[in-house]
Structure formats: structure tokens, C-alpha cells
């Protein structure tokens, strides 16, 4: 009973500050705004994406659908959105160390292992949170603006996915985005363990993002020898879902993967934490 109750205490912590409700504010925002560009010009968007294809096909029906947009979104936001995430897990020790506030959590009787998990397990609903926000506001403007439709996608082939097809695959997605940002989540809270300011694990965690998604745009030899050990490589595995047949292995793989990296992260921070004087 203790534990859930230092739960509800942290999420009271991580939804009191103001920065926790940027990601919410820029998500709706850049969410609205693409969903606007494409009711202005998506029939640009989707003459340029399907020019190649017109001599050998005839497109009927609405291709700018909400699906379609949603989409979109997906491909646009993921890389972005670990920033947002990052913001919050980051600051969630260091914020509390710096402050001086952290000592006074060991007055309670409760070990540092499980203050830890209960941190963790608020910044997990806080990002669970973020990806329902997601989805929600992407799919009810999208289908509210375009209405629905089959869904065009062009990988390295050409795949075209039926209204009800659609959907659980879109659904899909954001469940994977859940535990990609949830490896973000945990790799910030570890470098929030680890760095007393609260400024330094955001910045840290970005750093690290940008650095693994360059190495892995660069395909050489010495690069793809590390590619499998960067959780970066496999943030991007929900593409899979759009493909027919689903490439299940992928995803598998890179949700074996990203679970991984998350108890590596998290396995780290309660070693480091129980270890850590934070009495001086």
C-alpha cells in the first residue's frame, strides 16, 4: 500500500510541474498544424507521392483519409517525440537532488529499490499518457477533417490496406511507440540517477538520441557493427506493421530488444541509486 501511494505521489510531482504539459501542448499543436497543411494541400502531397505510379495505376476513392494522416503524423513525430519524453524522465531524480528534496524520501520506510520502481512506474503511466494523447487527438481530427478510406503506403512497394485493415495496424503502432518511448523514459531516468543537475540528463539524452540515429543513417562496415547494441535501430520497428504480410520477426526482435535496454537501464539506476550518498 506504501509503494502505490509514493506512486501517486511522484505522478502528483511530474503533472504539478509545467514542463510535464509541453509534450501534451506540442503534440496537439504539431498534430493540428499538419493535419491543416494536409486539408490544404494534401492533394500536392499525395500527386507528388503517387506521380511515378500513374502510368501503370488509376487511384480512385479518397486517398486523404484520416488513416492516411495519421500516418503521416507517425513518420513525422517518433523521432520527435523522445525530446518531450526526455524532458520530464530527466528530471524526475536529478530535479529532486538538486532541490535537496530526495533525502527526505529515505525518511519514509521504504527502500531505495522501490522508491526507484515507483519513479519509474510514474514516468511509465506519464509516457503512456503522452502515446493515448497521441493517438487520440492524430485519429479524431484525422477522421473528423478527412473521414476514413483505405490506406495508402508506399515502402518499397506499394501497399494499399483496406478501412478496417488499417486501423488495428495504426493501433498497433502507438502500443510500439509506447515501449520505444519507454526505453527514452529510461534511459533519461538513469542519467537523472547519475547527474545531480537537473538540466544535465535532458541534454545528455538528447545528445545520445542524436548521435545513435546519425551512426545509424551511415551505412558503413564500423557502424553496422554496432547498429544491433544502439536501441535507436529498433525505435523505428512499427513500420512493420505496414506490411503484408506483417513482418512479425521485426517486431519481435526489436521489442526483445527495446525490453532489454529498459531493465538494463532501469537494473543500473537502482544499483547506482543504493549506492549513492545523498545525505551530503
Not at 530535479?95 to 519513479?119: D, N, V
Not at 547519475?194 to 551505412?219: E, K, Q, Y
Amino acid at each position: 500500500m506504501l509503494f502505490f501511494n509514493l506512486v501517486q505521489t511522484e505522478l502528483y510531482k511530474i503533472f504539478r510541474k509545467g514542463r510535464s504539459y509541453i509534450g501534451f501542448g506540442a503534440i496537439a499543436f504539431i498534430v493540428i498544424v499538419i493535419q491543416i497543411a494536409l486539408f490544404v494541400d494534401g492533394e500536392s502531397y499525395l500527386e507528388l507521392g503517387t506521380q511515378s505510379l500513374k502510368d501503370a495505376f488509376t487511384f480512385q476513392g479518397n486517398l486523404l483519409n484520416g488513416y492516411l494522416s495519421v500516418f503521416i503524423i507517425l513518420t513525422s513525430l517518433w523521432v520527435h517525440i523522445p525530446f518531450l519524453i526526455a524532458l520530464v524522465a530527466g528530471d524526475l531524480i536529478a530535479g529532486e537532488a538538486a532541490a535537496g528534496t530526495l533525502r527526505m524520501l529515505l525518511i519514509r520506510p521504504i527502500s531505495r529499490t522501490q522508491i526507484i520502481c515507483a519513479k519509474f512506474l510514474a514516468i511509465l503511466i506519464y509516457v503512456l499518457a503522452i502515446v493515448v494523447f497521441m493517438a487520440a487527438i492524430s485519429l479524431c481530427t484525422g477522421l473528423l477533417i478527412f473521414g476514413e478510406g483505405d490506406l495508402f503506403v508506399m515502402k518499397d512497394i506499394l501497399y494499399i490496406f483496406e478501412s478496417n485493415d488499417a486501423l488495428w495496424r495504426i493501433l498497433a503502432s502507438f502500443v510500439f511507440s509506447f515501449l520505444s518511448m519507454s526505453t527514452v523514459a529510461a534511459l533519461a531516468f538513469m542519467l537523472s540517477a547519475i547527474v545531480d543537475s537537473s538540466l544535465g540528463p535532458i541534454i545528455m539524452t538528447m545528445s545520445i538520441i542524436i548521435v545513435f540515429m546519425i551512426v545509424s543513417s551511415i551505412d558503413l562496415s564500423i557502424f553496422r557493427a554496432v547498429k544491433p547494441f544502439m536501441f535507436t535501430t529498433y525505435m523505428g520497428a512499427w513500420r512493420a506493421f505496414f506490411s503484408d504480410p506483417v513482418e512479425w520477426q521485426k517486431i519481435y526482435t526489436a521489442a526483445i530488444a527495446l525490453t532489454s535496454h529498459i531493465f538494463i537501464f532501469l537494473g543500473f539506476t537502482i544499483w547506482h541509486f543504493k549506492r549513492k550518498d545523498i545525505l551530503t
